[in-house]
DNA sequence: TCCTTTAGTTCTTAATAAGAACATTTTACT
DNA sequence: AGTAAAATGTTCTTATTAAGAACTAAAGGA
């Protein structure tokens, strides 16, 4: 199961401009709980998530990105691209998701803006040793 | 903090018409598990807490009772009552709490609807007998 | 570049949930 | 009502996992 509660937590933090200190004084934990929340390494648990929810105030589902707020979102985009659910759309929950994963990831948003500016040559160069990488990293 | 975690879960378990036994099943997990739920002596923990989202089909926020989905019903009770929203209004979230608890604790609606049936002086004879063992056990 | 702030990591300890076995209660049937 | 079977509740032990402290690494600013 892909949770991405790890990545919100860090996320709306920082909307928040709080640091990870500034959060545990909040929930009156110790700071090294934070970062390991926002690691992924670790889990909260249902008290902490609940005033998590509270204190972000978003719903406890959002957090755990379970939720299907995207659904009005994905229609829209379908309009948007006028391709209506047939199958040879590329507009589908993963881009959503891909999409989601790039506004909390401001970092690499950046890097595929900067990829995008490139030469062609230089974007399928770029590209084959992304593909690489990730075939490398996935074989762990 | 007032969790309604467990009497949800049992409620819900119970619509399936399902035992212990069958949901511990679903959820690949041992039965005793769930009766410690139930109890309140223990809580899920999150990914457990995410199966039982997906399978009775609510959300986080509502299995745990942290949602604010009574909003709209309180409204509709204040309309009909004509209680609008003044001080003096017994129809208040608590109402819709106990509302809540009654419906989830079908032996307390019964007992109540059979209270509701008795004169008015056993009516208070009861209640007396309900305030005195209320106030022993919050002594606890 | 150096210093300060912020964030990540490791290791140990403490908390807490899971499971098995046993006890109690409820249900169904006669 | 009486009994057997099913369902639920409880206790105790074990295993899991999160919390915290201390240390390390990285980022940001003069």
């Known amino acids: 199961m892909m949770l991405k509660l790890a990545t919100n937590i860090k996320y709306y933090r920082k909307q928040h401009n709080w640091t990870q200190q500034q959060l545990a004084n909040e929930l009156a934990i110790s700071r090294s709980v934070i970062a390991k929340w926002e690691s992924g390494d670790?889990?909260?648990?249902?008290m902490a998530l609940i005033k998590l929810s509270r204190l972000f105030n978003k719903p406890v589902d959002h957090l755990l990105g379970i939720d299907s707020e995207n659904d009005q979102l994905l229609n829209d985009f379908q309009q948007f691209y006028q391709t209506n659910g047939d199958n040879e759309s590329t507009i589908d929950e993963t881009l959503l998701n891909t999409?989601?994963?790039l506004v909390k990831n401001p970092l690499l948003k950046e890097q595929i803006e900067r990829l995008s500016?490139?030469?062609?040559k230089q974007q399928k160069a770029v590209q084959r040793i992304l593909q690489t990488t990730l075939n490398e990293a996935e074989r762990l």
């Open 117 to 120: 500016h490139l030469s062609i």
């Open 99 to 101: 999409i989601d994963y």
């Open 42 to 46: 670790v889990l909260p648990d249902l």
